[in-house]
């Protein structure tokens, strides 16, 4: 038996409770493992609070994320002991994900721990970090680099926020970051964000050409925010979309492209190649160390999972959730 967060939904509504299940119950795949950390990310929130469509097969287990020890790999590419880790892949909307004590999970999914980093500390970065880090090599590709202006990072108080403001701010970045809860000023600038704005300058319906602010920007938001942040970044400039806190929608125009040359460059973090996600974590390795894990991110037990998901989807959690699994 093991323990897991179980969503269903029946004819009696939409269920999510911690729960024992037996072994049996895994999918059968190749690779089984016991989980020692996974993450509350926005979309397991999601996931969690049915508040999102995001739960597309029943019963399911969420948790988007896991860092774990391989028990029996029957495809030969993991050997028992090894450490794993998994983002994405569609795990925890239509595959058991890591919210749970054992996983089960193909090894084509999944990656050696990166060298460097403790199980703890590579699910304190997780997929908001790994996300944070694909947008910012966006940034790198499209040529916006620090010497270029300032790069705004909507969302900063979230996971993927918390992360762009600090790699951007290690990397020499100047950082403007945008928020709805000024109290966290503090923490921002302690993450390196030379400046604060309020989220409202962006949130509300805005002209679809605007003065040039930003040399470009790190968004999880979508919506006007998006639309706002495009209408405002620099010619040549570029904008790296990971996100809709805000929206699914765009309200934008044509115009910042075909008249400024902006770039909005969409990140997706569920499906990407192995080879990418490995150049990611290596990356990762590279920009933060210890103390940046500690100060963003905050440690839950599985028994407190199922309240601080209706907690985040409140807006009242600050950088990123580490759940200590077993």
């Known amino acids: 038996m093991f323990k897991a967060i179980l969503i269903n939904k029946d004819d009696d509504g939409y269920k999510a409770g911690l729960t024992e299940l037996d072994t049996s119950a895994l999918p059968e795949v190749d690779t089984q493992i016991d989980v020692s950390y996974s993450t509350l990310n926005y979309k397991d929130g999601l996931a969690i609070t049915g508040k999102g469509p995001v739960v597309r097969r029943f019963p399911m287990v969420p948790g988007i994320d896991l860092v774990g020890t391989v028990t029996q790999c029957s495809s030969g590419e993991f050997t028992p002991g090894q450490q794993v880790l998994l983002n994405g892949f569609g795990v925890g909307e239509v595959h058991w994900g890591g919210l749970a004590e054992k996983a089960s999970l193909k090894s084509d999914w999944l990656i050696p721990l990166p060298e460097g980093f403790s199980p703890e500390q590579a699910m304190a970065i997780g997929t908001a970090g790994y996300t944070a880090m694909l947008c910012v090599m966006a940034l790198e590709k499209n040529g916006v ?71 470009g920007a790190v968004d999880s938001v ?20 990971c996100g809709l806190a805000q929206g699914a929608d765009l309200p934008a125009s044509v115009m910042p492209f075909i008249l400024r040359g902006v770039t909005l460059a969409g990140i997706d973090s569920v499906m990407r190649p192995k080879a990418d996600r490995i150049e990611v974590w290596q990356r990762l390795g590279e920009i933060l160390d210890a103390s940046d894990t500690d100060q963003i991110g905050q440690q839950i037990t599985l028994d407190e999972v199922i309240e601080t998901a209706n907690k985040l989807m409140a807006g009242e959690v600050r950088g990123r959730v580490l759940v200590k699994v077993s």
């Open 222 to 241: 979508g919506s006007h925010t998006l639309a706002n942040v495009l209408a405002s970044t620099c010619y040549g400039g570029t904008v790296a979309a």
């Open 145 to 215: 680099t620090p010497d270029k202006g300032e790069v705004l990072v909507t969302g900063a108080n979230g996971g993927v926020g918390s992360y762009a403001v600090r790699i951007l701010a290690k990397l020499g970045y100047t950082v403007v970051a945008s928020t709805g809860r000024p109290q966290e000023a503090d923490y921002l600038k302690q993450l390196g964000a030379a400046s604060i704005i309020d989220r409202a300058e962006l949130s509300e319906p805005g002209k679809p050409f605007q003065k040039e602010r930003w040399a």
